[in-house]
């Protein structure tokens, strides 16, 4: 009899999986708070969210109490000419609780469509207006955004998009201002906003995940964004994995401390990472853009799934558990504990910079002379990882924990340990 990874092996593609050569995938057959569990029994401690998706644990009783009525009620009805409760519901939570300038939402169906959606939104908007010449888009070097077309086109021109790249529309990358580096990148945006032609800056809001878990300061993008919005460039807040309480307040935006983005991203725990689903958000004059006796002016973007009754359930009950002050504390929990951790290892041998921003920690090992990150490092950090019954999928020479809120201390000691195993390797 063949095995669930064999019969696995024999049928599917995996995302990001060299098929060839990648090892039989785990097979996991039940979930249960920050622990997944494989078919043989084994347990494996979830240290990065399930690609940075699960808020409150695997399997989550309210969340799965709140799909199963929905499904039984209304599992799914189109949503051009339609609308249900449960979309407006979740709706008017949002724009209650997101920076006071975001007045519109609008569905889709993940972390990628969310972003096509923004940049949709920023090109009709000044065609709309009469000024199609605007059509630029700024972003950060490394950045990553999605993998459809558009979010391609404004992520870093990195190995994963090679072939694609003759299709991909032509953007202007500006540097990550980390520290040390603010006025370089102020610089360069000024040189680029002297441009008639630029239309958005797209950025993931202080921490940029893909690109290794890279932070800056709301200090320097706040600056940042003045900048674009003196010249009319509306700024697009990706929050797709920076949203629903990762980075400490609610949504990272929260922290920059004049400035609002026009148009926001969301996806990953917006379900607390139990069913696909993604929205857009913009500022009232975005909108208005819109509105005209000219049905041409409309967005025409839709997906047949597009606010999924049963997706917006499983958002409601995951923003209830977020708001609730026992999710709170929990995430100034594991604040506190990646506070003292990184203390603890910053500035040993082997560990070249320890990053730190709410729930995410980033350590960044020195890969030593000569050392091709991926043949070696990366892999055999994931394999120390899966030795030790963890879960975590390191950038290179990077490793990240970005772990379910409900973690206890002791699943926290966990990882910490794997972590301080990998200086070894
Ligand atoms: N934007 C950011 C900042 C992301 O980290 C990701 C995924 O990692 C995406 C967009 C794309 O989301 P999805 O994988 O749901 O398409």
Not at 118 to 132: D, E, R, S, T
Not at 276 to 293: E, Q, V
Request: aromatic share 10%.
């Amino acid at each position: 009899m063949p095995t669930l990874a064999e019969r696995d092996y024999a049928v599917l593609w995996h995302p990001y999986t060299q098929m060839q050569t990648a090892p039989l995938p785990v097979p996991i057959v039940r979930g249960e708070g920050s622990w997944l569990i494989a078919e043989d029994g084994t347990r494996y401690l979830d240290g990065i969210s399930s690609w940075w998706v699960n808020l409150h644990g695997h399997a989550h009783p309210h969340i799965a109490e709140r799909v199963s009525e929905q499904l039984r009620t209304l599992e799914h009805v189109l949503f051009a000419g339609f609308t249900h409760p449960t979309a407006v519901e979740l709706a008017e939570q949002l724009l209650a609780l997101l920076p006071a300038n975001q007045a519109r939402v609008f569905y889709s169906d993940n972390g990628s469509t969310a972003v096509e959606v923004a940049l949709k939104m920023v090109l009709q908007y000044f065609h709309n207006l009469g000024q199609p010449e605007r059509r630029t888009f700024l972003c950060f070097q490394n950045s990553y955004h999605g993998d459809t077309f558009g979010a391609m086109a404004v992520s870093s021109r990195g190995a994963f998009t090679q072939p694609f790249w003759p299709l991909l529309f032509d953007v202007e990358f500006l540097d990550v201002p980390v520290p040390g580096q603010e006025q370089e990148v102020l610089s360069q945006l000024d040189a680029l906003l002297a441009r008639p032609d630029v239309a958005g800056f797209i950025f993931e809001p202080l921490v940029l995940g893909t690109a290794g878990m890279v932070m800056y300061t709301p200090e320097v993008l706040d600056e940042l964004v003045r900048r674009c919005h003196q010249h009319g460039v509306l700024c697009i807040a990706d929050e797709v994995m920076t949203g629903f309480g990762r980075t400490g307040p609610l949504f990272a935006s929260e922290l920059l401390p004049r400035e609002q983005p026009d148009i926001m991203c969301f996806s990953k725990g917006l379900t607390g990472g139990t069913l696909a689903m993604g929205l857009t958000t913009c500022a009232a004059p975005i909108y208005a853009a819109f509105l005209s006796d000219d049905k041409m002016k409309a967005l025409f973007h839709g997906h047949s799934y597009t606010a999924n009754p049963v997706a917006c359930a499983a958002a409601l009950a995951s923003l209830e558990l977020t708001r609730a002050e026992a999710c709170t504390q929990q995430r100034q929990r594991l604040a506190a504990a990646h506070a003292a951790f990184r203390q603890e290892i910053e500035g040993l041998p082997g560990i070249r910079q320890v990053r730190h921003q709410g729930t995410i920690l980033a350590v960044e090992y020195d890969p030593g002379e000569g050392t091709s990150y991926f043949s070696r490092l990366r892999d055999a950090f994931y394999q120390l990882a899966i030795d030790n019954h963890v879960v975590l999928r390191p950038l290179g020479n990077v490793v990240y924990l970005l772990p379910p809120y409900c973690t206890t201390n002791e699943e926290l000691e966990l990882l910490y340990a794997v972590l301080r195993q990998m200086r070894e390797l």
